[in-house]
């Protein structure tokens, strides 16, 4: 990776580089320079920002001889299903924990899970709030069973799994004013933050960009300090890059446009969604990059990005839940 010595090891999952390309008629509507780095085209099952994180993750489990990874998300998990997807690839097993009752009809990212073998379990908001205990006690269980787990934390985001974003920062061939991002579990916007620390002497350009998160759950104060524990964790794993020592200032946050709740979406949303399709040829999704674009269109009409910036939406990818909302987008 550009001027960092040493990495942790990877497993290659994904399709990389992601392509940039610009968004003509939105870039002049909005009076900036709009691009979209595309990386719902990591993969075809494994589409998605989530499989950056995993090759590094998948990378350790592999390394520690694990045969069943142990996770946890939504019920139309984007993380959930390329870590089904991806585990099964490298002849693993795993165990999805999903928030919520489980639907009537089984589609999007569920559906995948259940094609590629996991054993889905349902549990209720009071049970995720506890996740890394019910995650920790499933690992315990297993290995009394005689299997070898690996428990990997919600979204992929902890130290390890931010290396996929930091990654991303070394594949930027052109300069950016600002790269936004959705932000569900603070991995993604950790790794693009590590990245422009790590890499900014090298890349110049670094140093007068912006990273900016939409949270799509919780708020900017609670994703600020979930970057800033990454970013602890990130250190102690690393002490021959020094201390980073990240400002609030370098966690940038865009917050208020997550809607009702998380992965429900709001008219305002929907309307941009089908709009985006229709002019752009670009799908996004309600939960994540829905959500993100709508507050990314809403700062540049507000005029949070100066005339003519240079702005860079990361696509998260999501398609495969856009089938889970079918009847909120046709009507």
Not at 34 to 57: F, H, I, M, P
């Amino acid at each position: 990776m550009s001027t960092i010595d040493s990495t942790p090891d990877r497993v290659s999952l994904a399709q990389l580089p992601t392509r940039v390309h610009r968004l003509a008629r939105l870039s002049s509507e909005l009076g900036i320079d709009l691009w979209v780095k595309r990386d719902d085209e990591t993969g075809t099952e494994l589409s998605g920002n989530k499989v950056r994180k995993l090759e590094y993750l998948l990378a350790e489990a592999q390394s520690q001889s694990a045969d069943v990874v142990v996770t946890c998300g939504g019920v139309q998990s984007n993380h959930c299903r390329a870590t089904a997807v991806a585990a099964r690839r490298l002849g693993m097993d795993s165990v999805l924990f999903l928030r919520g009752s489980e639907p009537s009809e089984t589609t999007g990212n569920l559906l995948l899970d259940r094609l590629v073998g996991a054993d889905v379990r349902f549990i209720t908001p009071g049970q995720y709030a506890e996740r890394e205990t019910l995650l920790a006690a499933a690992a315990t269980e297993l290995r009394v069973a005689g299997r070898r787990p690996y428990v990997i934390p919600e979204g992929g985001s902890n130290a390890l799994g931010s290396w996929g974003y930091v990654g991303l920062v070394a594949e930027l061939a052109s300069p950016w004013d600002h790269i936004v991002c959705a932000t569900g579990s603070g991995g993604t916007l950790a790794g693009l933050v590590l990245g422009r620390r790590l890499l900014r002497t090298a890349n110049p350009w670094l140093e007068r960009s912006r990273m900016w998160g939409v949270p799509v759950c919780d708020d900017g104060a609670y994703f600020r300090r979930k970057v800033h524990a990454i970013a602890h964790e990130f250190e102690a794993r690393h002490p021959e890059l020094g201390p980073l020592g990240l400002t609030d200032e370098e966690i940038g946050v865009l917050d208020g446009y997550k809607g009702p709740a998380y992965a429900v979406p709001f008219g305002e949303e929907l309307d941009l969604i089908r709009n985006v399709a229709r002019h752009e040829g670009l799908l996004l999704d309600p939960v994540y990059t829905g959500k993100a674009f709508y507050g990314l269109v809403s700062e540049a009409r507000n005029g949070r990005f100066a005339a003519g910036s240079r702005v860079l939406f990361l696509h998260t990818g999501g398609v495969f839940s856009l089938f889970a909302y079918g009847r909120e987008l046709s009507s």
